[in-house]
């Protein structure tokens, strides 16, 4: 989602993070997406929608919407019976038509295009240009699609990466591409978007696409991550040189080089020759210094646990001020599904910037750092792949050798989640991940997001030991998951390719599975409620049932509990215990503020980011 800048100083920011990985760098010879769904600041709609592919007439023309963030995100009899008007609602007016084509997959879709029953699958994240276009709802606005629309489009339309590329990129630069969050022509957001696409010819591509100069039309780019890569975007902008001559890794606008060209972002050196023309140089917009920790951690991350021979370095970079990390890298070893959920699951563990440590941590070592106003304080948090606020993540797993692929779909925070798996060619999923998935703003015990969500809520209140549970929670059902998900694809390889079949019988047995686990993650809150309250575990009603765990040592020593020592004396008159305690207890605070400069400087010093203080 979105990287949102609040004035220079105060950088308020949204993220989202995309991992793709090619068909050699795969245990199986699968291609994989993901997308941590980083929402925030404003509330989300909830829900999970399989929308049915249809025929259409000649001459159809299809509505495009101005997508809205909360609930309900759209409203209309086009597309699903979830999205048809409930008590209460208008439908959502078109923003404007393009014209439909005679066919559409079926596809599942959150706030982007996610899958569809021709394994294209999708994952997104917000990067940040030097353009910036509007939608047509806002004054000055000019331009009708916004990456929600393009990536459903992409869904409804294409079999292939290339194709997905191909038909985002033309209608953008037809009908203009506008950011989510690209604020009003006083105050620019400057959003762009790059998404990773892969299908079941078994190719994964990274797409980069912004509005055009004039703030209509667009400017977009595709570049192929090599079979054995592993690529990231973590909000800013990848793909570097373009050479056209080879349209198997590289497709783009036609005005990808002048549009720069015009605006004097960049001038060849050889007039007429764009080998020394740098996509991301040329577009992305450079931030003020404090957003790379948060960009770049991330990149590093992954690229560090799965290139480690690379010995990628984390002075992090942005843009074009600091180096950036490659387009993509070469796995060390052949990747499982498995190791990418659980990188999406990350909070820098066993790094020197793992969040379950330090003071910030707090005295139960909670790895998540709330953002929000600080007070004019300057400074910044990591960002790690998964946050408090990531609303949903997925892995799309395609196996070109398989009659379908699978979404595994993780509901709320990915350190808290089970990664559920649906199949691409499911047209109907649990009524918990939709009609009742409820809303952000009201607690819902039915919806299959508040399960995760108040886990991961009540975990906050004993961060460490509550994880236990969690944890093997997690693995008890993540394990079934994928026992039980290799069933079934192995049957459905005997069903012959009877595509009602096999859809009938995998959309049974995994919203079967989907609500089984909503059941028991339910059945874990209300465990935990009664196991850890008031500060204490309590198992049993018999005596020493309830533990009484207290705090960790190195936090009651950082704090005034051990001001207060028992006495070693009778007190008297003659000398009250204040005159001798005050001078112990300034020595003290002096020594505390001292040791946590010192500290403090000493870890900015080492993480690199001294330049933002
Ligand atoms: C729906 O439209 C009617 C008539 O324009 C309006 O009075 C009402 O407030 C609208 N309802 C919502 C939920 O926007
Ligand atoms: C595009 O928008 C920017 C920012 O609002 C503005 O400065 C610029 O003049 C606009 N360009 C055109 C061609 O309208
Ligand atoms: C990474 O570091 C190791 C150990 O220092 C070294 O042997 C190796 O050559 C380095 N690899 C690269 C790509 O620089
Ligand atoms: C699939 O084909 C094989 C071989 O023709 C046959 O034995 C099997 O019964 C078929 N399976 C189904 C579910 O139709
Ligand atoms: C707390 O402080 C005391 C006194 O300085 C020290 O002996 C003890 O090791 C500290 N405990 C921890 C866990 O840091």
Known sequence: MRIALIALLAVAIEACTMIAVGKKATVDGSTIVTHNDDAGDDASDLRLVAIEGREYPTDSERAVYKIFGGYPRLVSTDRSPQYYPKQGQNETKPMGFIPQVSRTYSYIQQEYGIINEVQLAIGESTCNSKTNGWPLTIPGGQSLLGIGELTNIAMERCDSARCAIQTMGDLAVKYGFYGEYSGTPEAPGYDSEALGITDRYGEVWIFHIMAGPANNSAIWAGQRVPDDHIAVVANRFTIGAIDLSKPDQFMASDNVFSAAESMGWYTPKVPGKTDDFDFSKAYARELPPGPHIFADGRTWRVYSTFAKSQNFTHDFGYVTVYPRYPFSVRADNPIALSQITTILRDQFQGTEYDLHNGAAAGPFGSPLRYSGFTLGIHGAWINPLSVHRTLYSYAAHIQSNSPVGTLWFG???????????????????????????????????KSAWWAFNFVNNWRTLRYDLISEDVVAFIKKYQDEALALNTVMLEYVSTLNGSTAEMRAFLEASHNRFAEHVVDARWQ??????????????????????????????????????????????????????????????????????????????????????????
């Open 411 to 445: 509901e709320s925070s990915p350190h808290g989640t089970v990664y559920i798996p649906f199949s691409s060619i499911q047209t109907k999923l649990p009524a918990s991940f939709h009609d009742l998935a409820g809303k952000q703003s009201e607690f819902n015990p």
């Open 524 to 613: 874990l809150a209300w465990t935990l409620i009664a196991k850890y309250s008031d500060g204490y575990v309590t198992t049993g009603e018999q005596p020493g049932g309830m533990a009484s765990p207290g705090y960790p040592g190195w936090w009651l020593n950082m704090t005034n509990y051990v001001q207060w020592q028992p006495r070693q004396q009778p007190v008297t008159l003659a000398s009250t215990p204040s005159i001798s305690f005050m001078p112990n207890l300034t020595l003290f605070i002096g020594i505390l503020v001292g040791f946590i400069a010192h500290y403090a400087l000493h870890r900015t010093r080492r993480q690199g980011y001294s330049s933002i203080l």
